[in-house]
Antibody, heavy 117, light 113 residues
Framework: QVQLVESGGGLVKPGGSLRVSCAAS????????MSWFRQAPGKGLEWVSY????????YYADSVKGRFTISRDNAKKSLYLQMNSLRVEDTAVYYC??????????WGQGTLVTVSS | DVVMTQSPVSLPVTLGQPASISCRSS???????????LNWYHQRPGQSPRRLIY???NRDSGVPDRFSGSGSGTDFTLKISRVEAEDVGVYYC??????????FGQGTKLEIK
């Protein structure tokens, strides 16, 4: 079965950096586009970033553009999100998710990133 | 960006009774390929979202048939024919026609009366 397991969350100070990871299993990772979403405490869902299967197509939400970088290692079946210049408003649970064609089907369990001094 | 508006925000329902959630988009969600990319997700407390419905009315594998999706253009509905205890949580609609970005409704919290 499809499994997506995020890791790397934690507490970081404003202006700091953090990299979260997502380990995939149960499907051919290199065939699928992938996304990151986030959910601030008690709030709704927000799309963050998207990467094609080979990494040539990348999109970012305006709120993170220039600060966050998505990447993947198909050999390791892993997706990454490098987050720099973190702000208090970036505090959220970060989810990785598998993409179909115009369709997000499976989500991981999430990893909490807290930005606070 | 496409704005998605859900109603109601809170939905108290008696077990065994029906429930209905509305989702409206600020522009038509019909893609140039003729499909309408409107999904519904359910998020139980403390869990990640699970997709229930894709392309307006297609139920995902394992989703009970008491869940149904309908609608067209800018107006969509998720219906639960008979609410069960496991249905509590927050329901989100998401459009994937005009992206990036994907955009979500603000969520509808279903609780048992």
């Amino acid at each position: 079965q499809v499994q997506l397991v995020e890791s790397g969350g934690g507490l970081v100070k404003p202006g700091g950096s953090l990299r979260v990871s997502c380990a995939a299993s149960g499907f051919t990772f290199s065939d699928y586009y992938m996304s990151w979403f986030r959910q601030a405490p008690g709030k709704g869902l927000e799309w963050v970033s998207y990467m094609s299967s080979g990494g040539s197509i990348i999109y970012y939400a305006d709120s993170v553009k220039g600060r966050f970088t998505i990447s993947r290692d198909n050999a390791k079946k892993s997706l990454y999100l490098q987050m720099n210049s973190l702000r208090v408003e970036d505090t959220a649970v970060y989810y990785c998710a598998r993409e179909g064609y115009h369709n997000t089907d499976y989500w991981g369990q999430g990893t909490l990133v807290t930005v606070s001094s | 960006d496409v704005v998605m508006t859900q109603s109601p925000v809170s939905l108290p329902v008696t077990l065994g009774q029906p429930a209905s959630i509305s989702c409206r988009s600020s522009q038509s969600l019909v893609h140039r390929d003729g499909n309408t990319y409107l999904n519904w997700y359910h998020q139980r407390p403390g869990q990640s979202p699970r997709r229930l419905i894709y392309k307006v009315s297609n139920r995902d594998s394992g989703v009970p048939d008491r869940f149904s999706g309908s609608g067209s253009g800018t107006d969509f509905t998720l219906k639960i024919s008979r609410v069960e205890a496991e249905d509590v949580g927050v329901y989100y609609c998401m459009q994937a026609t005009h992206w990036p970005p994907y955009t979500f409704g603000q969520g509808t919290k279903l609780e048992i009366k």
